[in-house]
């Protein structure tokens, strides 16, 4: 059945959400954008409200809540303040939702519980400097030693390099081409072997670090292997969907913020009717975006494809984001 309707419960999560991000996000936005810092207070705040743990079971210290949620959560925190947005998706989808998806029953206690409450941040990585886009072609590699692999190659453009605690990395574990030849490992910040590269400097979202992850001969454990040998790819696919989820809500709460704005801007000024034409169409634009990011994260949320659905979304939303700043 086609209903258009947020059902109460998102509808009551979305005014809490809301609440939080412009009670304690938005105070601290301006100046972490400003200084390029680490937005502590916001991101402490949403993982005191269960914001880190939105789509973890509550048998793991989550809040157990569904894909729809997760987008309006996101959708909320970026109205305020969009580096605090993405740190929390990123750590929710690509970040977590691998071990909830292809985790087995040991490593979801042992990390689900710690990721959900803010314990640790998440991250996930994948691009490299000669592979982005095309994933399978990645080069870094994992060598069967004794007991579990040794890790070596460089990760590129990784958001909450430096502050995760731990990382969803993918390497190359076998000679096999392409993507047949991917796995999927957890990765502790901690692990000996593991480094901070390159901090890149970005035209907006300062406050959400963006860096190098260099890894020399690190060593993990076969039980912190992800999935099977070779199901790498499957991995980081099925994670990016879910990503394309949050990414379209953050790219909404940008530009409502956008909406808002203009708004308010032009309610002070002598209006002329060129302006409601211009509010109009801007107002258009977003909720056709709207529809398109909730329905694909309605699919998700009933367990029926939505693949293709999201990437649309994460096209549209983030295009009209750009459109309306």
């Given at each position: 059945t086609l209903d258009l309707e947020i059902a109460p419960a998102h509808a009551s999560f979305r005014a809490a959400v809301r609440e939080l991000a412009q009670g304690a996000v938005l105070p601290h936005a301006e100046a972490v954008d400003r200084d390029h810092r680490f937005p502590e207070e916001a991101v402490k705040a949403a993982a005191e409200a269960s914001l880190l743990g939105v789509l973890i079971p509550r048998e793991y210290g989550g809040a157990g809540l569904d894909a729809l949620a997760f987008a309006i959560c996101i959708e909320e925190l970026a109205q305020a303040c969009a580096s605090t947005s993405v740190i929390v998706d990123v750590h929710t989808s690509v970040g977590s939702e691998p071990i909830l998806l292809f985790g087995t029953e040991e490593q979801k206690r042992k990390w689900l519980p710690r990721l959900a409450s803010g314990e640790l941040l998440g991250a996930f990585a994948l691009t490299e400097p000669a592979s982005g886009s095309d994933a399978a072609s990645l080069t870094s590699s994992a060598r069967r030693s004794g007991g579990g692999y040794v890790l070596n190659g460089t990760k590129t453009f990784i958001t909450n390099a430096g502050r995760a605690g731990l990382y969803v990395v993918f390497a190359r574990s076998g000679p096999e081409?392409?993507?047949?030849?991917?796995?999927?490992?957890?990765?502790?910040?901690?692990?000996?072997?593991?480094r901070i590269g390159q901090v890149f400097k970005k035209m907006g979202l300062h406050g959400s670090p963006t860096a190098e992850i260099v890894l020399e001969d690190v060593e993990v454990p076969v039980e912190n292997r992800l999935g099977d040998e070779g199901q790498g790819f499957t991995v980081a696919m099925r994670a990016l969907d879910s990503g394309r989820i949050g990414i379209s809500g953050q790219a909404l709460g940008i530009a409502q913020a956008a909406v808002d704005e203009s708004r308010a801007l032009l309610a002070e000024s002598s209006r002329e009717q060129g302006d409601d034409f211009l509010l109009a169409d801007m107002a258009t634009r977003l909720e056709s975006a709207r529809l398109l990011a909730y329905h694909a994260a309605w699919l998700c949320s009933l367990g029926r494809p939505f693949t293709r659905q999201a990437s649309m979304a994460k096209l549209h939303c983030t295009d009209t984001a750009m459109q309306l700043a």
């Amino acid at each position: 059945t086609l209903d258009l309707e947020i059902a109460p419960a998102h509808a009551s999560f979305r005014a809490a959400v809301r609440e939080l991000a412009q009670g304690a996000v938005l105070p601290h936005a301006e100046a972490v954008d400003r200084d390029h810092r680490f937005p502590e207070e916001a991101v402490k705040a949403a993982a005191e409200a269960s914001l880190l743990g939105v789509l973890i079971p509550r048998e793991y210290g989550g809040a157990g809540l569904d894909a729809l949620a997760f987008a309006i959560c996101i959708e909320e925190l970026a109205q305020a303040c969009a580096s605090t947005s993405v740190i929390v998706d990123v750590h929710t989808s690509v970040g977590s939702e691998p071990i909830l998806l292809f985790g087995t029953e040991e490593q979801k206690r042992k990390w689900l519980p710690r990721l959900a409450s803010g314990e640790l941040l998440g991250a996930f990585a994948l691009t490299e400097p000669a592979s982005g886009s095309d994933a399978a072609s990645l080069t870094s590699s994992a060598r069967r030693s004794g007991g579990g692999y040794v890790l070596n190659g460089t990760k590129t453009f990784i958001t909450n390099a430096g502050r995760a605690g731990l990382y969803v990395v993918f390497a190359r574990s076998g000679p096999e081409e392409r993507a047949a030849g991917v796995t999927a490992f957890l990765v502790p910040s901690d692990a000996p072997g593991l480094r901070i590269g390159q901090v890149f400097k970005k035209m907006g979202l300062h406050g959400s670090p963006t860096a190098e992850i260099v890894l020399e001969d690190v060593e993990v454990p076969v039980e912190n292997r992800l999935g099977d040998e070779g199901q790498g790819f499957t991995v980081a696919m099925r994670a990016l969907d879910s990503g394309r989820i949050g990414i379209s809500g953050q790219a909404l709460g940008i530009a409502q913020a956008a909406v808002d704005e203009s708004r308010a801007l032009l309610a002070e000024s002598s209006r002329e009717q060129g302006d409601d034409f211009l509010l109009a169409d801007m107002a258009t634009r977003l909720e056709s975006a709207r529809l398109l990011a909730y329905h694909a994260a309605w699919l998700c949320s009933l367990g029926r494809p939505f693949t293709r659905q999201a990437s649309m979304a994460k096209l549209h939303c983030t295009d009209t984001a750009m459109q309306l700043a």
